[in-house]
């Protein structure tokens, strides 16, 4: 038997896979087998990647493919009636296309459009603020022909909160090619000790001094390294990461161009969630500028000119490929499951070759960092969070948008900034983070407090908590890579979990089951994905005792446990009563 | 050559190689750790079922996906880790359809023999009951999905010559599972496919024609099996003070086959013993139909297929102290549970409107007032009332039922030992 990295490279077959989709509407049992013979892989191993991917159909997806968005804040903001505006513009049911094929209506996880919401991505184009009168005309126009391009929304910046400048980092006026000055006086070493003084740690969720994880790659043997800038931002609530590359992609650039040469790392990837597709087009563009420029290719101006080259390859979607090591799969090719964690990516990352992993945001504060230096970053901030933070605010506020906050400002601040009004809870950093009570201990954003990993989502006194996070559980149990036991396993049962208590079936016993099944998960699953899928839900646990008393009822004096017979014997009856007088077909 | 460094398993020092994979230092080390998906010679390890979680320097890993360091700490032992790795276990039995009666691998099932090992009666988690494909297509093969725990050693291991892999991962999240590739299945030599058969650690890989069974005594996970310590002594069965009253016990079938009942009447002359312990009230072994008054002890056989079943259920709830549920179909549903993947309408239809001879070829669906109705599906006890014991089996065997219902009425309640609840 052959191992399997004798086998021929497949790191463009989801590049193949794409153009298939768009060009034919879907991946056709043909264009199965066509890739199987062209990667000399077996059809199921090509079936296993399309099946991995939510973008990437087995049956035609219409020629013009809608994808409605399932995130709370576009249920809230009235998506099941734009769903239903749809069904009926288009002839289409939700999950398939209407029965000329013209048009094909799916549910998708947030497409990062939480501030604009209600909003859909058609031929992945972006809608939003949709009407049911919208989605009439929409559909009508599209119907007579009309380009989607041309009928797409232009998606407003919407920065509602400046530091002043003194205190600005990443919003600031942006001259391109001004944080790569420094490079021509600074070697390497000077880059990471200089980011290695600002404290500035990854804005991706896990916090690594960023300083600290570019100089292990650094350290690493061999000349073959890569650069890759998370842009996968599937967090549901996160819209940040979208900001910085509409308006500012030359920042991120810059940011992975001191990486690069503070590695030593010759190749940089952009992995851009394919929600975001309508923004290859100004970010190819942008790259191409620092091509034309000299700041990108070969010779970079430097004190010790270097080379470095960035390539945007899409994603399929898939949350869990914001997994850094989910990512690196992907771009390789492969199904996007995360690694079993036996090197970390700067040991062995992307092609088992060193790899640095930053978020979007952290590249572009590295570039500030060596652009306004390492004392003045430091000096904002906290003492265990220094700099600041951008915060992508959606849900019940009159001002959702994308803020740029100190580390250490109060949650009430925030709240106050985006007007929102009668507030029963926040989730902190999306269905991962923390459902919290805003008027309990009065939070702050901070390393012990409200570790922010990037969204902060409103909700009002006449939302129902409970089916906010029966969202959250179907959310991991669809995007859970599948791999692992508890997290595949988990997130299913904890859906099942939800319904019972939405049905009024909860007991004080499930209250116990709900924090030691939790707990389970966490100490087992191999990412993050599965650890954190149920820290909403406790945290709501923990800070609205009073709502949830209801759910969790004592337990029954008798034993008896709660259970509806009624219900479970409904499907009995309603069979009797439709066979009664049907005659027997053989 | 692998130094061999110091490390410390349970806070005792002990000798390793530097770079061996954790559990096979844990194992050298002489502690028992569970695993399932772990395959010596896969790298980098599959770490995909979790059942080998322990504390590496404090942190919760996997410890087949750990290597050895010098002075790691690791801890397998506490009450917590053991409970959370049961917990993968009984996680596994929930996701999936594991009917052990009528599957080839029972008693070669490494599943199956951690469900033992760990002393998994119930699960804690409820069952998913999801409709899962046996999928006959293949050639050589056939594919249970029902018992497939993704473990993925198919799809790292078994390539046909060419190179070509014949298993993948298809779909995510909730829905994934293995697919097999049809055409490479065939490539297969027939040494390749037994192979696929053997490393699956449960029985989701079939080859037509080739049986699994071997003949009990030989299977893996017979008594004898090396690294189970036997577990054995005589437990010491209470016995009534002289003079104190009758213990009285009710018991009833529910969704069974009555099989729990019969194995319960299976101790001979013993039970002329028994009779002088206990008094029987509601019961089919006495005829009693209601329950004339307070009972001690309930035995329950069978899940609950049907409304008169739930409602006989809370009576028993309501009129004993305790509830023993006494086999698999009380635990969990059981082999009637089979038919919980088949919508109700078809259920009905296959045997009234298909199958019966009736005169006027009308289809008629029993319906009465007296007449029980049929539930969506077949629901495990602890999910209509509170159950206080379980005693795993299909049947139980009837010394044991006894031996539990006497320490239950007499003295301290224990639980079975893995010797003596294996009915594989
Ligand atoms: C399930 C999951 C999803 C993630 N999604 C993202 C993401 O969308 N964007 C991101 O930057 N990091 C994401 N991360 C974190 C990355 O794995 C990684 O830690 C991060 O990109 C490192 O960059 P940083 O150090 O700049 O934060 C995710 C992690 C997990 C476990
Ligand atoms: S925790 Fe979930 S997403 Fe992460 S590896 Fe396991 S199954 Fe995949
Ligand atoms: S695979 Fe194992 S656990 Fe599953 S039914 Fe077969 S013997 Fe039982
Ligand atoms: S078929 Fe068997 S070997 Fe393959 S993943 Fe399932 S359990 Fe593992
Ligand atoms: S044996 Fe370690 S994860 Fe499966």
Redesign the pocket.
């Known amino acids: 038997m052959k191992p399997a990295t004798d086998l021929p490279d497949r790191r463009t077959l989801l590049n193949d896979l794409w153009a298939i989709q768009l060009e034919k509407r879907h991946i056709s049992d043909q264009g199965i087998k066509t890739l199987a013979a062209r990667y000399q892989l077996s059809e199921v191993e090509i079936e296993g990647v399309v099946s991995f991917y939510h973008f990437f159909h087995r049956q035609p997806a219409g020629q013009y493919t809608i994808y409605v968005n399932n995130s709370v804040t576009a249920m809230h903001s009235g998506m099941p009636a734009i769903i239903s505006a749809f069904e009926e513009a288009t002839g289409a049911r939700i999950g398939q296309t209407d029965p000329t094929g013209t048009f094909g209506l799916y549910e998708t996880s947030c497409i990062g459009l939480s501030d604009l919401e209600p909003a859909c991505l058609i031929n992945f184009q972006p809608f939003t603020h949709l009407t049911p009168q919208k989605v009439k005309a929409l559909v009508w126009q599209l119907r007579r022909g009309v380009p989607v391009e041309q009928l797409a929304n232009p998606i407003p910046q919407h920065l509602r909160y400046q530091l002043p400048p003194d205190r600005a980092v990443l919003l600031r006026p942006f001259v391109p090619g001004e944080t790569l000055k420094p490079l021509l006086q600074l070697d390497p070493e000077e880059v990471l000790s200089t980011l290695e003084a600002s404290g500035l740690r990854g804005m991706g969720g896990a916090f690594f001094p960023v300083g600290k994880k570019w100089r292990l790659c650094r350290e690493q043997p061999g000349n073959e390294k890569y650069i890759l800038c998370n842009a996968d931002e599937g967090e549901p609530g996160t819209f940040k990461d979208r900001m910085l590359l509409q308006y500012l992609p030359g920042l991120v650039i810059e940011g992975m161009i001191h990486a690069a040469y503070a590695t030593g790392a010759a190749e940089g990837w952009i992995y851009l969630r394919a929600e975001y597709r309508w923004l290859l087009p100004e970010l190819e563009a942008a790259v191409a500028a620092y091509y034309d420029r000299g700041w990108l290719g070969a010779q970079i101006p430097a004190k010790s000119p270097f080379r470095f080259d960035i390539h945007i390859p899409l994603g399929a979607g898939a949350y869990v490929c914001g997994e850094e090591t989910a990512m690196m799969n992907s771009l390789e090719g492969l199904r996007g499951e995360p690694r079993v964690r036996t090197y970390f990516p700067v040991e062995r990352g992307y092609r088992q070759k060193p790899t640095v992993v930053n978020n979007v945001e952290t590249f572009a504060a590295a570039a500030r960092v060596l652009e306004i230096g390492a004392e003045r970053f430091a000096a904002l901030g906290t003492p265990q969070m220094k700099g600041t933070r951008l915060l992508s605010i959606a849900g019940d506020c009159e001002r959702p948008g994308v803020y740029e906050i100190e580390w250490g400002t109060r949650l009430a601040e925030v709240l106050d900034w985006a007007v929102a009004k009668s507030t029963l809870a926040v989730q902190i950093s999306g269905p991962s983070g923390q459902c919290i009570d805003p008027n309990y201990g009065d939070p702050c954003f901070d390393w012990d407090d409200l570790r922010c990993g990037g969204a902060v989502t409103i909700f009002n006194t006449q939302r129902d908590l409970l089916q906010i996070l029966r969202n959250f559980s179907s959310f991991f149990a669809e995007e859970s890579c599948g791999v692992c036991t508890p997290c595949r396993a988990g997130n299913f049962i904890f859906t099942r979990k939800l319904d019972k208590l939405a049905k009024g079936l909860g007991r004080a016993d499930d209250y116990v089951e709900i924090q030691n099944w939790s707990n389970i998960m966490r100490q087992t699953s191999r990412c993050g994905l599965g650890r954190a899928a149920t820290h909403a839900l406790l945290t709501a646990m923990e800070h609205f005792p009073g709502y949830f008393s209801w759910y969790f009822s004592p337990n029954g004096a008798a034993g008896a446990q709660p259970f509806d017979l009624e219900a479970a014997v409904s499907d009995y009856r309603e069979t009797v009563n439709k066979t009664l007088g049907t005659t027997k077909t053989n | 050559m692998a130094k061999a460094v110091s490390i410390q398993i349970d806070g005792i020092e002990v000798q390793a190689e530097e770079g061996q994979n954790l559990v096979d230092a844990i194992r050298g080390a002489g502690v028992f750790i569970p695993s399932l998906c772990y395959y010596e010679h896969i790298q980098p390890p599959l770490g995909t079922c979790r059942v080998c979680t322990v504390l590496v320097n404090g942190k919760p890993t996997a410890s087949c996906t750990a290597t050895v360091r010098p002075g790691m700490k690791v801890v397998t032992q506490t009450k917590e880790l053991e409970d959370v790795r049961k917990g993968m276990v009984e996680m596994l039995?929930a996701e999936?359809n594991?009917?052990?009666p009528a599957?080839e691998?029972?008693g070669d099932?490494d599943?199956?023999g951690l469900?033992y090992r760990l002393g998994v009666t119930a699960t804690r988690f409820p069952h998913l009951f999801v409709n899962r494909l046996i999928d006959y297509r293949p050639e050589r093969m056939v594919i249970d999905h029902n018992?497939c725990i993704r473990c993925r050693r198919c799809v790292e291991e078994v390539r046909t010559d060419a190179g070509k892999a014949v298993f993948s991962f298809v779909n995510r999240g909730k829905d994934t599972e293995v697919a097999i590739d049809y055409k490479a299945e065939t490539e297969l030599t027939e040494a390749q496919a037994l192979q696929a058969m053997h490393l699956c650690p449960?029985?989701?890989i079939l080859v037509r024609g080739k049986s699994l069974a071997r003949p009990v005594g030989e299977r893996k996970y017979d008594q004898t099996e090396q690294g189970w310590e036997k577990e054995e002594g005589a437990i010491e069965v209470p016995t009534p003070k002289p003079g104190a009253p009758k213990k009285v016990v009710a018991t009833t079938s529910l969704a069974g086959c009555f099989g729990c009942h019969m194995s319960l009447l299976d101790i001979d002359e013993e039970l002329l013993d028994v009779v002088e312990l206990v008094d029987f009230n509601k019961s089919p072994l006495t005829d009693i139909k209601e329950f004339s008054r307070r009972c001690d002890v309930g035995i329950i056989e069978g899940g609950c297929c049907n409304s008169e079943n739930v409602e006989v259920l809370r009576a028993f709830r309501e009129h004993c102290d305790m509830l023993i549920g006494v086999g698999e179909c009380a635990i969990w549903g059981g082999l009637p549970a089979m038919r919980n993947f088949i919508p109700i309408e078809e259920c009905l239809l296959e045997a009234y409107g298909r199958t019966t001879e009736l005169e006027d070829s009308k289809v008629v669906i029993p319906k009465h007032e007296d007449l029980p109705e049929l539930l969506d599906r077949v629901y495990g006890c602890q999910e209509i009332v509170r159950m206080d014991y379980f005693i795993p089996g299909c049947p139980p065997d009837a010394r044991h039922i006894w031996k539990v219902l006497k320490h239950a009425l007499f003295g301290q309640p224990y639980a079975l030992t893995h010797e003596e609840f294996k009915y594989?």
């Open positions: 039995f999936g594991h009917f052990c599957c691998k029972s099932c599943l199956q469900g018992r449960v029985g989701a594989d």
